[in-house]
């Protein structure tokens, strides 16, 4: 992880200027074996099959194992990792190599902020961006240690990431600064970039 250090106030420990946290899930690979394997049978079929079966039959084959394979591959590699960003202003989630799916959450939105101490895949129904009436919304890649934000709307944010008790302390003190100074961020705009 890589911080950027500056002191809070007088008197306490110093925070992260920018805190950047991550979660990774190496099972996740498995599947994304799986997927190959149907990309490869349904290039298999397309290009060495006979097609005595009749053309569609073996369309809808070639097409279901492609379409399995690619669906397969985009949710284990868009979930095998999250990556976590706090800054002055915002609250960013990143999902997968590309950072789809993502969440931006302003500071400016979150009334509070607390650490979780185990969140797992089958309290939130599985892996991947979840929805949960009662719970609100979570990106699960792992099992472990989470931080939850409660918004001002009453909605609730929860995200699997390591070392989540320092996320928790870094978003408590940027939302009692924006609390405490009214400053320009807490009407939730994010500063221009390179400001």
């Known amino acids: 992880m890589r911080h950027h250090f500056r002191h809070e106030g007088r008197g306490s420990e110093p925070l992260p200027e920018v805190w950047t946290g991550r979660a990774t899930n190496r099972m996740q690979w498995l599947l994304a074996v799986a ?67 993502r969440r931006h959450i302003p500071l400016s939105h979150v009334e509070s902020a607390e650490f979780v101490h185990r969140v797992t ?4 129904g599985g892996w991947g961006c979840r929805w949960r009436p009662e719970k609100g919304t979570a990106v699960v890649v792992r099992r472990g240690e989470g931080l939850a934000v409660t918004l001002c709307d009453g909605g609730r944010f929860t995200v699997t990431v390591d070392d989540a008790a320092m996320a928790v302390r870094v978003i408590r003190a940027r939302i009692n600064h924006l609390k405490a100074t009214g400053t320009p961020g807490a009407t939730g705009a994010s500063p221009a970039p390179g400001a």
């Open 35 to 101: 997927g190959v394997a149907c990309l490869a049978l349904g290039i298999k079929l397309a290009v060495g099959a006979t097609w005595t079966t009749g053309i569609a039959a073996m369309l809808m084959a070639v097409i279901g194992c492609l379409a399995a394979g690619l669906m397969i591959l985009y949710g284990t590699l868009a979930f095998v990792h999250v990556a976590v960003k706090i800054d002055s202003y915002a609250l960013d989630v990143r999902c997968g190599h590309i950072g789809v799916p």
């Open 121 to 124: 895949p089958r309290q939130w």
